[in-house]
């Protein structure tokens, strides 16, 4: 098979198309013919070796955890799915090395759902991992109905889809971003404000009842300045503030979990998820795809489609 891999650590510019075997198909796991694969922050990161206290990597590395595709193998005992379903997941493994920017991966079944009806294979690779990651930052902080969440970074891949799960849950959104994303924010279906001095009082005029919760996909101070308007820490979670937690709320980092995954692929086949695409790429092209990521101004989700092979 063909894959955009590493011989070791490194930058956008030496990812190489490389032929690789193809993966072998563990008992409890699919081959999957992928489609497409989404692109995170994360992929380069753990080119660049910043997760390497933390998970054991191997070499040639092929990045990506998020996939869209048609299930072509199954591995021993597996019911779940069978050949030529279509299936999106986020594939992390406890081991990194075989990831999807490639025409075939490999993944446990426990990791897949069924793919959206609604979305093309572009649009899944897009879900994922930061539809995983809303969500579960949503259910941390318990948000019910008809109260008023403040969300930092709306407008980013993650954010995009928490505005979006919290409005599908029938909650008030009040999202912090900059003056150019505001209508994109807006038609999400939250309230923008600026991010910057002055933010909370700008809440404040949004919610004079006060908020009841506040997550964060954004960072920098956003936890402290939530602090001043939130009346209860432990209703406020973090996925960019390792020092949340410390602060009496929650830091999140996304687990594989296939219910959420189903739920968010629930959301989208009943019109109530889109997915926002910044960009499409060839896989080939997953260098540039990188660089967009690493400008840190993307709107929505990058993605890279395998439809020319």
């Known amino acids: 098979m063909k894959a955009m891999a590493l011989r070791r650590y490194g930058r956008p510019e030496d990812l190489r198309w490389t032929d690789l075997p193809d993966p072998k198909v563990a008992p409890g796991e699919v081959l999957v013919r992928v489609k497409a694969a989404g692109v995170n922050p994360v992929d380069w ?96 902080i318990g948000l019910q109905a008809h109260e008023t969440v403040l969300m930092h970074g709306a407008a980013g891949g993650v954010g995009s889809f928490g505005v979006q799960i919290a409005a599908a849950l029938g909650a008030r959104v009040i999202a912090t971003a900059s003056e150019r994303n505001h209508d994109f924010v807006r038609a999400l279906g939250a309230v923008p404000v600026t991010y910057g001095a002055g933010l909370a009082d700008r809440v404040r005029e949004q919610a ?19 602090l001043e308007l939130l009346g209860e820490p432990g209703r406020l979670a973090s996925i960019a503030d390792a020092g949340a937690a410390a602060k009496g709320g929650h830091y999140v980092w996304v687990r594989p979990d296939r219910t959420d995954l189903q739920a968010l692929a629930d959301l989208a086949d009943d019109g109530r998820l889109a997915v926002h695409l910044d960009h499409v790429l060839p896989l080939r092209d997953a260098a540039e795809a990188w660089r967009i990521s690493q400008s840190g101004h993307t709107r929505g989700k990058i993605v890279l489609s395998l439809a020319e092979h």
Do not use: C, N
């Open 45 to 140: 990161k753990l080119a660049e070796g910043r997760l390497d206290a933390v998970m054991e990597t191997g070499f040639p590395l092929i990045p990506g955890w998020d996939v869209a595709g048609v299930v072509e193998q199954v591995g021993f005992d597996v019911s779940e799915f069978a050949p030529g379903d279509g299936v999106f997941g986020y594939i992390r493994k406890d081991s990194a090395q075989f990831g999807a920017y490639a025409e075939l991966v490999s993944a446990h079944v426990r990791l897949l759902a069924r793919k959206p009806a609604a979305l093309t294979w572009e649009e899944s690779a897009g879900v994922p991992l930061a539809g995983l990651t809303a969500y579960q930052a949503i259910q941390r």
């Open 208 to 226: 004079p009842q006060g908020i009841d919760a506040v997550v964060d996909f954004a960072g920098g101070d956003a936890v402290d300045v939530s």
